[in-house]
C-alpha cells in the first residue's frame, strides 16, 4: 500500500510542476465563462491548457460543457485534470473559448487594477 500513496504523491507532484504562478492564471468557472456549477474549486489557465482538481472533473463535464473534449485532449495526472486544445487547430471549441474568456477576463483586470493604482497615486 506504501507505494501506491508514493505513486500519488509523486503524481501530484509533476501536476503542480505544470502550474507555476508566473505562467498560469488561478481563476474560477465564472470567469472562464462557464456555469458557476460546473467547478466550485479553482481552476487553472494557461494558454494551452485548462486544468482543475479531479474532485471538479464530473461536475466541468456535466455543467461545463468538456463531456464533448476529445479523450486524448484530457488527461489526469494525479488529482489533477488537464483539458488541452491544440495550438494551430483548436480540437476542442469550449476549451478554446473557455482559455479565451478567462485570458482575456485577466488581460481587463490587470489593466484596470493599473489604471486604478495610477490614478491613486496620481491623488497622492
Not at 508566473?22 to 472562464?32: D, F, G, K, Q, R
Not at 462557464?34 to 461536475?59: E, K, M, N
Not at 469550449?94 to 474568456?101: F, H, K, P, S
Request: aromatic share 12%; charged share 25%.
Amino acid at each position: 500500500m506504501m507505494m501506491y500513496y508514493e505513486l500519488e504523491q509523486r503524481l501530484n507532484d509533476l501536476a503542480a510542476d505544470f502550474l507555476p504562478e508566473e505562467e498560469t492564471l488561478e481563476t474560477n468557472a465564472e470567469s472562464c465563462g462557464l456555469d458557476p456549477r460546473s467547478c466550485y474549486g479553482p481552476v487553472w489557465v494557461r494558454p494551452d491548457f485548462i486544468a482543475v482538481q479531479a474532485d471538479y472533473d464530473h461536475a466541468l463535464r456535466y455543467y461545463g460543457g468538456f463531456e464533448y473534449v476529445e479523450s486524448e485532449l484530457r488527461v489526469q495526472v494525479g488529482g489533477m485534470v488537464f483539458y488541452f486544445h491544440e495550438n494551430e487547430n483548436c480540437a476542442s471549441e469550449r476549451v478554446c473559448r473557455a482559455i479565451q474568456t478567462a485570458l482575456g477576463n485577466d488581460v481587463e483586470q490587470r489593466v484596470t487594477t493599473s489604471i486604478a493604482n495610477n490614478q491613486t497615486e496620481v491623488l497622492k
